[in-house]
């Protein structure tokens, strides 16, 4: 982990936890209330702002599938663009489908924060991350990626466009 004193917590599904560990209850719970999405950021006192945008930006899973098909991610609204236009291989995929989302979610933050002035990350008093930008509105760019994962509308690049507007 790369930010010292800060965490990322993502509680995505409860089968990965349940598979892993064994827990027949959570795979109940599961299927009674559906599969459990979010990430939180939980630091230690005073968060370092650089440090909490480095650990949201890692995107592990997101960067993995777009190098397999070519893409580059380089924060830039161009490889926003290409994500846009990757076959959606990922949606017949029901255990991969919430992690995509979270890391779509926050590359889409990332590249805003890194480009577009004034924005920054804002992590709510329950640890979610959002961007805030400098005109005081909040993206909840998690449940964005999210959108985008499943459906792929509205596309990343589209929503990054009418977040640059203002």
Known sequence: MSAPGARLWCDLECECHAGRMNIPFLGTWRKKHGPA?????????????????????????????????????????????????????????????????????????????????GARWEVWPNGHPAVRLASGREIDVVAAGHTWASSGAPELSQLYAEVAEG
């Open 37 to 117: 999405f979010g990430v939180a950021v939980f630091s230690d006192g005073d968060h370092d702002s650089d440090g909490v945008a480095e650990l949201l930006s890692e995107c592990e899973l997101l960067r993995s599938q777009a190098h397999q098909a070519g893409v580059e991610l380089d924060d830039s609204v161009a490889s926003l663009e290409a994500l846009d236009q990757l076959l959606p291989r990922w949606r017949d995929d029901e255990e991969s489908l919430p992690w995509l989302g979270n890391d779509a979610g926050l590359y889409l933050g990332s590249v805003i924060v890194r480009t577009v002035p």
